[in-house]
C-alpha cells in the first residue's frame, strides 16, 4: 500500500461508521457533538495529510552551556559525587535486574499509588482535533512479584502490567517497538479492527513475522469507526502470561457529556508462578489432555500470597496498602472498564453490598445500561459498568473470583487463592480522593521505580498503618459451568442496530480437543489444527499471489488449493459478504472464540446440539426470514468481539465480512489456541490486489527462522519417536 493511503479505510461506506453515526438514546453519554465536528470525526487521518504539529514527543530540554572551563569540572565533579552517593543508596540486590533498560528509558514519574496508572485522565479532552498518540517502548525480560511470589516476566518499559495507551476516536496511534527480550514478540490490538492496516494486527503467522530479539519496529494505524475498552498483548506464544499485556482505552466524542465521576481500568488475570513458556512445553507434550491451573489470580497485577504456603520460593510478603483502590464519595457514579486479560480463568466480579452495578459497555459495543452483578468474564472479553456510590461511609472489598469449577474439579496448587480483590472507600471530600493525574496527591513512593506493582519489592506505603480494611464479606452463587454473562443476561446495543437479514454463507465449525499421533492433544476446528508460518506470514503469502496472478488464492470458500487444511482452515470470499459461524463444541471446556478485525452479532446460543436456523425464524442456512413480520432474532442482537461457546453446546454468529485482509478467528483460552484451536478468514480479495506490505514489516522475516521461533510453541515433529514423551 502506498505510504500516502498509510491509515485509511478501504471501505468509504463502512458499516462501523454507519453505527458511530447513529443517533443515540443511551443515557449514559449525552449527545455533545458540534455539528461542526461531524465532518471531521467522519475523516480518516492520512498519513500524507497529518499535521505533524500535533505528534506527542517527549520533549528534551536544551544542554545549557557553561561559561567557565573551571566552573564546569567543578560542576561536573559535584554532581558525579551525589550520583554515585545515591546509586549507593538506592542499590537494593531484590530488584530485577533488567540491563539496558536505563539505556533507553529513565522511569516516568510513579504516581502515589501505583493503581492510579489505570485511571484515566479527568481532564480529558474528548472533542480534541485528531491527533498522532506516540508511545516509546522497550521489551525486556526480567523478575517481578506481583503478589509477593518472585517469577521470571516480560515487561514493557520495566512495567508490569503495561502502561494505559489512552487516545480518541479518529486518532493514530504509533507505537515505537524495541525487542531486548530474549525471544521473539508481537503485539496484538485485541479488538482494533485495523480497518487498512492489516499488517498491524499483530498476530504473529497471520500478519506479521515476529519481531525477533535485538530488533525493532513500529507499529502506527488509526483508530476509526470505533470506540470503548481494549487491551494489547503478546500474541507470540503465551507471553501475555508473562507479563506482556496492557489496556487500551479509545474515546468517543459522547463521553464528553459523561455522568460519572471517575474513570479507571481493572484487569483481571490468572497467574501461575513457573514461566508460560516451559508451562505450554509441557501442555504440548505427549499424553498430557489437561491444562495447568493457576497459582492465583491477579487483580491490576496484584495480589497478596500467604509466603508461609510457598516454603520453597522466594515469597515476601504484600502490603495492603498495595491493592487498588477506588475512593468514592457518596451520590456519585464511577465507571469501571474491567478487562479479564488472562490465558484461562473465567471470572466473577461484584463489590460487596452493592448490586448496583449498570453495565454499559460489552466488548466495545455501547449498551442500554443494564443491572448486572455479579459480573461474569471470560478470557479476551471486556464490561464496563457503572457503580453509583449509594452508601454514605464505610470500606468495600471489590472481588473478582475464578470460576473453579471450570478447572474439572482440580483444586489450585500451593493452596492458590483464586480471588483477587481492591479496596473501595467512600471518602467526605474531593480532595481525600487518590488519583494519579491530581497534581496534589501526596507522594509516597519510595522508589520511583516503575516496574509495577511486583518490582518495588512491595515497600510498605507509608498509610498502610492507617489503612482501615474492609470487613464486608459475600459469596458468589456457584455456576457449575463457563458460560457468557450474555447468555442470562440481554444486553441491547445503543443506538440500535439490526444484523444483517440474509447469510451469503454459513459455515459450521465442530471444535474439539483431540489426541492425534504419539498421544499429542491439539486444538481442532473441522480436523484442521492451526500451525502459523512464522517465516512467511498468511498476508504476506497472499498479496504476493495476488500480485502474480495466482488463482490458487483467489478461491472463495474454502481454500484448499493455496492452504493445507490440515495445519491452515482459510474461507475466504471476494467482496463484502455477510457471513454466518455455527460454532459446535464437541468438547468438556468452554472455548471463548476471539475474532480479529471485526464484530460479531450473537444470534443465539445454547447446550446440545444446534436446533437449526428453523427455531429462530430463519430459513435454512441464514437465507432469510421464515416470516418477514418477525424480525426478532435480528433485532439489535448484542454486538461483541469475543464470544463463549459453552461445554458440549454451540453458538450461532453472524458478521459482515467487509474489512479487507486475513483475520484470525481463535479460542483465547491461551493453552488451547497454541495447541491449535484456530482459524482465518480471508476477506475481500479483491481489494486486497495491489497492496503491498510496508517494507518495514517484511524486513522482520529476514531474520533466521530459529530467531524468529523463539518464544513459539514447539514444533509437533520434536515430540515424534519413541523416548520423547
Same mark, same amino acid.
Given at each position: $500500500?502506498?505510504?500516502?493511503?498509510?491509515?485509511?479505510?478501504?471501505?468509504?461506506?463502512?458499516?462501523?461508521?454507519q453505527?458511530?453515526?447513529?443517533?443515540?438514546?443511551n443515557? +449514559?453519554?449525552?449527545?455533545?457533538?458540534?455539528?461542526s !465536528?461531524?465532518?471531521?470525526?467522519?475523516?480518516?487521518?492520512?498519513?500524507?495529510?497529518?499535521?505533524?504539529?500535533? /505528534?506527542?514527543?517527549?520533549?528534551?530540554?536544551? *544542554?545549557?552551556?557553561?561559561?567557565?572551563?573551571?566552573?564546569?569540572?567543578?560542576?561536573?565533579?559535584?554532581?558525579?559525587?551525589?550520583?554515585?552517593?545515591?546509586?549507593?543508596?538506592?542499590?537494593d540486590?531484590?530488584?530485577?535486574d533488567?540491563?539496558?533498560q536505563?539505556d %533507553?528509558?529513565?522511569?516516568?514519574?510513579?504516581?502515589?499509588?501505583?493503581?492510579?496508572?489505570?485511571?484515566?485522565?479527568?481532564?480529558?479532552?474528548?472533542?480534541?482535533?485528531?491527533?498522532?498518540?506516540?508511545?516509546?517502548?522497550?521489551?525486556?525480560?526480567?523478575?517481578?512479584?506481583?503478589?509477593g511470589?518472585?517469577?521470571? !516476566?516480560m515487561?514493557?518499559?520495566?512495567?508490569?502490567?503495561g502502561?494505559?495507551?489512552?487516545?480518541?476516536?479518529?486518532?493514530?496511534?504509533?507505537?515505537?517497538?524495541?525487542?531486548?527480550?530474549?525471544?521473539? *514478540?508481537?503485539?496484538?490490538?485485541?479488538?482494533?479492527? /485495523?480497518?487498512? *492496516?492489516n499488517? $498491524?494486527?499483530?498476530?504473529?503467522?497471520?500478519?506479521?513475522? @515476529?519481531?525477533?530479539?535485538?530488533?525493532?519496529? /513500529? =507499529?502506527?494505524?488509526?483508530?476509526?469507526?470505533?470506540?470503548?475498552? =481494549?487491551?494489547y498483548h503478546?500474541h507470540?506464544?503465551?507471553?501475555?502470561?508473562?507479563?506482556?499485556?496492557?489496556? $487500551?482505552?479509545?474515546?468517543?466524542?459522547?463521553?464528553?457529556?459523561?455522568p460519572?465521576?471517575?474513570?479507571?481500568?481493572? $484487569?483481571?488475570?490468572?497467574?501461575? =508462578?513457573?514461566?508460560?513458556?516451559?508451562?505450554?512445553?509441557h501442555?504440548?507434550?505427549?499424553?498430557?489432555?489437561?491444562?495447568?491451573?493457576?497459582? *492465583?489470580?491477579? !487483580?491490576?497485577?496484584?495480589?497478596?500470597a500467604?509466603c508461609?504456603?510457598?516454603?520453597?520460593?522466594?515469597?515476601?510478603?504484600?502490603?495492603?496498602?498495595?491493592l487498588?483502590?477506588?475512593?468514592?464519595t457518596?451520590?456519585?457514579?464511577?465507571?469501571?472498564?474491567?478487562?479479564?486479560?488472562?490465558?484461562?480463568?473465567?471470572?466473577?466480579v461484584?463489590?460487596?453490598?452493592?448490586? %448496583?452495578?449498570?453495565?454499559?459497555e460489552v466488548?466495545?459495543?455501547?449498551?442500554?445500561p443494564?443491572?448486572?452483578?455479579?459480573?461474569?468474564?471470560?478470557?479476551?472479553?471486556r464490561y464496563?459498568?457503572v457503580?453509583?456510590?449509594d452508601?454514605?461511609?464505610?470500606?468495600?472489598?471489590?472481588?473478582?473470583?475464578?470460576?473453579?469449577?471450570?478447572?474439572?474439579?482440580?483444586?489450585?496448587?500451593?493452596?492458590?487463592?483464586?480471588?483477587?480483590?481492591?479496596?473501595?472507600r467512600?471518602?467526605?471530600?474531593?480532595?481525600?480522593?487518590?488519583?494519579?493525574?491530581?497534581?496534589?496527591?501526596?507522594?509516597?513512593?519510595?522508589?520511583?521505580d516503575?516496574?509495577?506493582?511486583?518490582?518495588?519489592?512491595?515497600? /510498605?506505603?507509608?498509610?498502610?498503618?492507617?489503612?482501615?480494611?474492609?470487613?464486608?464479606?459475600?459469596?458468589?452463587?456457584?455456576?457449575?459451568?463457563?458460560?457468557?454473562?450474555?447468555?442470562?443476561?440481554?444486553?441491547?446495543?445503543?443506538?440500535?442496530?439490526?444484523?444483517?437479514?440474509?447469510?451469503?454463507?454459513?459455515?459450521?465449525?465442530?471444535v474439539?480437543?483431540?489426541?492425534?499421533?504419539?498421544r499429542?492433544?491439539?486444538?481442532?476446528?473441522?480436523?484442521?489444527?492451526?500451525?502459523?508460518?512464522?517465516?512467511?506470514?498468511?498476508?504476506?503469502?497472499?498479496?504476493?499471489?495476488?500480485?502474480?496472478?495466482?488463482?490458487?488464492?483467489?478461491? &472463495?470458500?474454502?481454500?484448499?488449493a493455496?492452504? %493445507?487444511?490440515?495445519?491452515?482452515?482459510?474461507?475466504?470470499?471476494?467482496?463484502?459478504?455477510?457471513?454466518?459461524?455455527?460454532?459446535q463444541?464437541?468438547?468438556?471446556?468452554?472455548? @471463548?472464540?476471539?475474532l480479529?478485525?471485526?464484530? !460479531?452479532?450473537?444470534?443465539?446460543?445454547?447446550?446440545?446440539?444446534?436446533?437449526?436456523?428453523?427455531?429462530?425464524?430463519?430459513?435454512?442456512?441464514?437465507?432469510?426470514?421464515?416470516?418477514p413480520?418477525?424480525?426478532?432474532?435480528?433485532?439489535?442482537?448484542?454486538?461483541?468481539?469475543?464470544?463463549?461457546?459453552?461445554?458440549?453446546?454451540?453458538?450461532?454468529?453472524?458478521?459482515?465480512? %467487509?474489512?479487507?485482509? +486475513?483475520?484470525?478467528?481463535?479460542?483465547?483460552?491461551?493453552?488451547h489456541?497454541?495447541?491449535?484451536?484456530?482459524?482465518?478468514?480471508?476477506?475481500?480479495?479483491d481489494?486486497?490486489?495491489?497492496?503491498?506490505?510496508?517494507?518495514?514489516?517484511?524486513?522482520?522475516?529476514?531474520a533466521?527462522?530459529? &530467531?524468529?521461533?523463539?518464544?513459539?510453541? @514447539?514444533?509437533?515433529?520434536?515430540?515424534f519417536?519413541?523416548?520423547?514423551?
Amino acid at each position: $500500500m502506498a505510504e500516502s493511503k498509510e491509515g485509511q479505510s478501504l471501505l468509504p461506506n463502512d458499516e462501523h461508521s454507519q453505527i458511530r453515526n447513529a443517533p443515540s438514546s443511551n443515557t +449514559v453519554y449525552r449527545d455533545y457533538t458540534p455539528n461542526s !465536528m461531524e465532518a471531521e470525526e467522519d475523516g480518516l487521518l492520512s498519513h500524507g495529510a497529518r499535521d505533524e504539529s500535533r /505528534q506527542i514527543r517527549q520533549a528534551t530540554s536544551p *544542554t545549557r552551556q557553561m561559561g567557565w572551563p573551571f566552573a564546569a569540572l567543578l560542576a561536573t565533579f559535584v554532581v558525579a559525587a551525589f550520583a554515585l552517593a545515591g546509586l549507593l543508596l538506592s542499590f537494593d540486590p531484590s530488584k530485577p535486574d533488567i540491563d539496558s533498560q536505563a539505556d %533507553d528509558h529513565s522511569a516516568p514519574p510513579q504516581p502515589s499509588h501505583l493503581d492510579d496508572r489505570y485511571v484515566l485522565d479527568p481532564d480529558w479532552d474528548f472533542l480534541a482535533p485528531g491527533q498522532v498518540r506516540e508511545y516509546e517502548w522497550t521489551i525486556t525480560d526480567g523478575e517481578s512479584r506481583p503478589d509477593g511470589v518472585l517469577r521470571p !516476566m516480560m515487561l514493557i518499559n520495566n512495567q508490569f502490567p503495561g502502561p494505559l495507551i489512552e487516545m480518541n476516536e479518529g486518532d493514530v496511534l504509533v507505537v515505537k517497538l524495541l525487542n531486548k527480550a530474549s525471544n521473539a *514478540t508481537a503485539l496484538h490490538w485485541h479488538g482494533i479492527f /485495523q480497518n487498512g *492496516t492489516n499488517w $498491524m494486527d499483530g498476530a504473529a503467522g497471520v500478519t506479521q513475522c @515476529p519481531i525477533s530479539p535485538g530488533q525493532s519496529y /513500529q =507499529y502506527r494505524f488509526n483508530v476509526t469507526g470505533q470506540s470503548g475498552t =481494549y487491551f494489547y498483548h503478546g500474541h507470540q506464544g503465551v507471553q501475555a502470561l508473562d507479563g506482556l499485556i496492557g489496556p $487500551m482505552v479509545v474515546h468517543s466524542r459522547r463521553e464528553a457529556g459523561r455522568p460519572y465521576s471517575s474513570d479507571r481500568v481493572v $484487569m483481571l488475570q490468572d497467574w501461575w =508462578y513457573e514461566p508460560a513458556s516451559g508451562i505450554m512445553r509441557h501442555v504440548l507434550s505427549p499424553g498430557v489432555e489437561d491444562e495447568p491451573i493457576p497459582n *492465583t489470580a491477579l !487483580m491490576n497485577g496484584v495480589n497478596q500470597a500467604v509466603c508461609s504456603d510457598h516454603p520453597h520460593r522466594n515469597c515476601t510478603e504484600v502490603g495492603a496498602a498495595l491493592l487498588p483502590r477506588l475512593d468514592i464519595t457518596h451520590g456519585e457514579r464511577h465507571r469501571i472498564r474491567f478487562i479479564n486479560v488472562g490465558g484461562f480463568a473465567w471470572f466473577q466480579v461484584a463489590i460487596d453490598e452493592h448490586k %448496583d452495578l449498570q453495565v454499559v459497555e460489552v466488548d466495545g459495543t455501547i449498551v442500554e445500561p443494564t443491572l448486572s452483578s455479579p459480573l461474569v468474564i471470560s478470557p479476551g472479553q471486556r464490561y464496563s459498568a457503572v457503580l453509583r456510590a449509594d452508601h454514605d461511609e464505610g470500606a468495600f472489598w471489590l472481588r473478582a473470583r475464578m470460576i473453579t469449577s471450570c478447572f474439572g474439579g482440580r483444586k489450585l496448587p500451593e493452596n492458590g487463592i483464586p480471588e483477587a480483590r481492591a479496596i473501595v472507600r467512600y471518602t467526605k471530600t474531593i480532595e481525600a480522593r487518590h488519583g494519579g493525574h491530581d497534581d496534589d496527591d501526596d507522594d509516597d513512593d519510595d522508589d520511583g521505580d516503575d516496574a509495577g506493582s511486583g518490582s518495588n519489592d512491595h515497600d /510498605q506505603d507509608e498509610d498502610e498503618q492507617d489503612l482501615i480494611l474492609p470487613q464486608t464479606s459475600s459469596s458468589f452463587p456457584f455456576l457449575a459451568g463457563c458460560k457468557d454473562l450474555s447468555s442470562t443476561t440481554s444486553f441491547r446495543p445503543s443506538p440500535r442496530q439490526s444484523a444483517p437479514e440474509v447469510a451469503d454463507h454459513s459455515w459450521h465449525l465442530r471444535v474439539n480437543l483431540a489426541i492425534g499421533d504419539w498421544r499429542l492433544q491439539r486444538g481442532v476446528l473441522n480436523s484442521s489444527s492451526f500451525r502459523p508460518n512464522l517465516k512467511y506470514p498468511t498476508l504476506h503469502r497472499v498479496l504476493d499471489g495476488l500480485a502474480q496472478d495466482n488463482k490458487s488464492f483467489a478461491i &472463495e470458500g474454502v481454500n484448499t488449493a493455496a492452504f %493445507d487444511a490440515d495445519s491452515e482452515l482459510v474461507i475466504s470470499n471476494n467482496k463484502v459478504e455477510t457471513v454466518d459461524i455455527i460454532l459446535q463444541n464437541m468438547d468438556e471446556n468452554s472455548h @471463548p472464540f476471539h475474532l480479529h478485525g471485526t464484530r !460479531m452479532w450473537v444470534l443465539g446460543q445454547g447446550h446440545g446440539y444446534f436446533p437449526g436456523y428453523e427455531s429462530f425464524g430463519l430459513l435454512p442456512e441464514g437465507k432469510g426470514l421464515l416470516d418477514p413480520a418477525n424480525r426478532t432474532v435480528i433485532l439489535n442482537p448484542l454486538k461483541r468481539d469475543t464470544i463463549t461457546v459453552e461445554n458440549f453446546g454451540w453458538v450461532l454468529l453472524r458478521f459482515v465480512a %467487509d474489512n479487507p485482509g +486475513v483475520w484470525l478467528f481463535h479460542c483465547h483460552v491461551i493453552w488451547h489456541s497454541e495447541a491449535g484451536m484456530g482459524m482465518q478468514f480471508l476477506s475481500r480479495i479483491d481489494d486486497l490486489r495491489g497492496l503491498e506490505v510496508p517494507e518495514e514489516a517484511r524486513k522482520l522475516c529476514d531474520a533466521p527462522e530459529e &530467531e524468529l521461533r523463539k518464544g513459539a510453541p @514447539p514444533k509437533d515433529e520434536i515430540f515424534f519417536g519413541f523416548g520423547n514423551d
